[in-house]
C-alpha cells in the first residue's frame, strides 16, 4: 500500500465526486479548477495505484483510460451509458460461472475476467427515441 499523501487523497476525493468514468486529464483539470497545484503526471500516478489497490475501477475506451471510484474489495461488472458516461454497478454471478466453465474447459486456472456492459440508459434511449421520431 503507497503512502498516503494529500495529493492521493485530492485525487480520491475528485474521483469520488464524479459519478461516471472520467480521464486522468479531465480530473487534473477540475483539481486545477478547485485550486490545486496538482501535477498531471501525479494524477496519473495516483489513479494508477487507486487502480491496482481495488479502490477505483478502470477500463479503456478509445485508446483512453478512464477511471471510477469503485467498491472496495468486491468483484463487480458495469452498464455504461455510451452518451452520458451515467456507470451502475453490477453483480453478474452468470457471467462469473461462465468464466470459470470456460478456463475449466481449457485447463486454464486463477482466470480473471473484466466486463462492460455499454448502452444507453433510461434517459438517453429516451431521448434517442424522441430525435428519431421527429
Known amino acids: 500500500m503507497k503512502r498516503n499523501t494529500w495529493q ?14 472520467v480521464s486522468a486529464q479531465a480530473l487534473h ?22 487502480a491496482d489497490e481495488g479502490e477505483a ?8 483510460a478512464l477511471y471510477r471510484a469503485c467498491t472496495p474489495g468486491s468483484h463487480h461488472h ?8 451515467l456507470t451502475v454497478e453490477i453483480g453478474a454471478d452468470p457471467v462469473e460461472e461462465w468464466a470459470r466453465q470456460v478456463a475449466t474447459l481449457h485447463g486454464f486456472t486463477r482466470a480473471e475476467h473484466v466486463v462492460d456492459v455499454f448502452g444507453l ?5 429516451r431521448l ?6 421527429s
Open 29 to 50: 483539470a477540475a483539481l486545477r479548477e478547485g485550486g490545486s497545484p496538482i501535477g498531471l503526471a501525479t494524477v496519473y500516478r495516483a489513479l494508477t495505484d487507486l
Open 57 to 64: 475501477d478502470s477500463l479503456q475506451q478509445e485508446g483512453e
Open 8 to 21: 492521493r487523497e485530492a485525487v480520491r476525493t475528485a474521483l469520488a465526486e464524479s459519478e461516471q468514468f
Open 78 to 85: 458495469h452498464l455504461i451509458c455510451r452518451s452520458c458516461g
Open 121 to 125: 440508459c433510461e434517459s438517453c434511449s
Open 128 to 133: 434517442q427515441d424522441s430525435v428519431d421520431a
